[in-house]
């Protein structure tokens, strides 16, 4: 299972089930992803016509970071709105073990840690019961050894994500807060949105955060308001 | 818009702006609720040579009355008191040692003034009635020389109720709740000042220097906004 797949492998037989919490759009979290999705796809829109963007980013990917929690609940919210929008979509968990979304996404008993790659090579992407939605555990820096294994894993993940037209790939990554490695995959995809708690969220921290993303070579596309996610068990503290 | 702002952020803490009066409130009132019926008798005296001339050792009539205070809580006092208790003050259970320990008094220049407290109200106004009777006889019988000339003792201010508080308990009360809202103002305002929190969609813009393109919070944390990244909403 954790052997090298050259090519995107959708494993139609076990399907991770997403929680019908998520699937519903009328929830108000879930228009504000649809939204942010829209404000997504214009701003891919914009750089697309823009020459010259680095070619190492992957251009139609965006990194949800957290100054201090989780993100896992946004990046499936956004994901789902994507794919519920048309878009292949892929979501890549590169929280702890690449089981952030585990509280929001039913996984088969096959779905197991030995599943997801620790060792460099390439996590699977699973099926999910959404239309259009890829799941990858793609797990966490410190268990997969650094910096570099981490955003070489990331970058070759979304490499393969599905190249069809329009197909897009949400990066969820730790807080930073308490998984700074996760700065390094901010030079690989094509814009960062920096999540803050409000309430929670220092000044300094945000701070530290934004400059931390800009030094690491991130471009980041802006904020969002995001609630604390640390105890839906996606958050910060889970995803230590 | 200043204005505005710091009221925002002053009802972050809008707990603390509430809950300290609001505290100060309750325990004002739990103070009063306990506080005893007090009932006042005034009176002027006079006694027999005053010269005016105050502290004049040769004539110390206003020395003499320093004294009436002394005798307002003494026993001899209570039991004249207690003798001018009417019939309808025998079923409240009074004896005189209850009744010294209800009477306190002062004087300013010829005024004495004699306080009556009692848990009961209708004790400390049956108490105050009685000693405005006795006080005549009493300062004759124990500040004036045998065979003296009687002082003129006069009752100005007769008792006429027993109330909790005093005359001004409502306003100290309100005073006391203007204090502590103030206080509470204070404190929001300091610990705001401590408070390194970022809250608003605005601060956030305002300290990262980052458009935020959207509130995913959910309908209870406040209103969503949404920025296209060319800046229109």
């Known amino acids: 299972m954790n052997a090298l797949i050259e090519e995107p492998r959708v494993d139609s037989d076990r399907v991770a089930r997403v929680s019908p919490a998520f699937l519903s759009g009328e929830s108000e979290p879930a228009a504000h992803c649809r939204s942010l999705a829209t404000v997504l796809a214009a701003r891919w829109g914009m750089d697309a016509a823009v020459a010259g963007l680095d070619e190492q980013r992957h251009a139609r990917s965006c990194l949800l970071a957290g100054v201090d929690t989780g993100t896992a609940a946004v990046g499936l919210r ?11 979509t892929t979501l890549i968990d590169v929280t702890e073990t690449g089981r952030g ?64 037209e329009q197909g897009v790939a949400i990066v969820v990554a730790p807080a930073l807060s308490v998984a700074p490695s996760a700065l390094a995959l901010a030079r690989l995809v094509g814009g960062v949105l920096l999540a803050v708690t409000p309430g929670r969220t220092t000044r300094p921290d945000a701070v530290r955060a934004r400059d931390a993303l800009y030094a690491a070579g991130g471009r980041i596309w802006g904020v969002i308001l995001a609630a604390d ?6 958050g910060a503290t889970s995803e230590r | 818009m200043e204005l505005r702002r710091s009221l925002e952020i002053l009802m972050r803490r809008w707990w603390l702006i509430v809950g300290l009066p609001l505290l100060v409130l309750v325990g004002s009132l739990l103070h009063t609720a306990s506080e005893p019926y007090t009932a006042t008798v005034r009176a002027s005296i006079l006694i027999p040579g005053d010269t005016e001339a105050t502290g004049n050792a040769t004539n110390p009539e206003l020395m003499v009355l320093d004294d009436a205070p002394v005798l307002v809580g003494s026993h001899a006092f209570a039991a004249d008191v ?9 079923p409240l259970g009074l004896d005189v040692q209850r009744v010294q ?36 006889t009493s300062i004759d019988q124990y500040m004036i020389a045998a065979h003296g000339q009687p002082a003129t003792v006069r009752i100005i201010d007769p008792p006429e109720s027993a109330g909790r508080g005093g005359a ?38 305002t300290v990262l220097g980052l458009p935020v393109l959207a509130d995913v ?15 229109s909403a």
Request: hydrophobic share 45%; glycine share 8%; proline share 5%.
């Open chain 1, 78 to 88: 956004l994901a789902i709105a994507f794919a519920q929008a048309g878009r292949a």
């Open chain 1, 229 to 234: 996610e640390r105890g839906s068990g996606a």
């Open chain 2, 217 to 231: 919070r959910g309908r209870r944390f406040g209103r969503r906004r949404w920025r296209l990244p060319g800046g």
């Open chain 2, 82 to 90: 207690f003798a001018n208790l009417p019939a309808s003050a025998k």
């Open chain 2, 101 to 136: 320990q209800a009477l306190s008094g002062s004087r300013y220049s010829r005024i004495l003034t004699i306080n009556v407290k009692s848990a009961d109200q209708q004790v400390a106004l049956a108490i105050a009635q009685a000693a405005a009777a006795a006080l005549p």
């Open chain 1, 101 to 164: 979304c585990d509280r929001f996404v039913e996984v088969p008993p096959a779905l197991t840690s030995s599943d997801v790659s620790n060792d460099g090579a390439f996590s699977p992407i699973y099926a999910t019961n959404v239309p259009n939605l890829g799941l990858v555990p793609a797990g966490s820096s410190e268990a997969s050894g650094g910096d570099l294994q981490l955003a070489d894993r990331v970058a070759r993940l979304l490499q393969r994500t599905p190249t069809v």
């Open chain 2, 168 to 205: 001004h308990r409502l306003l100290i009360v309100v005073v006391e709740v203007l204090v502590a809202l103030a206080a509470g103002i204070g404190l929001a305002a300091f610990a705001a000042a401590l408070d390194e929190r970022l809250y608003t969609l605005a601060e956030t813009e």
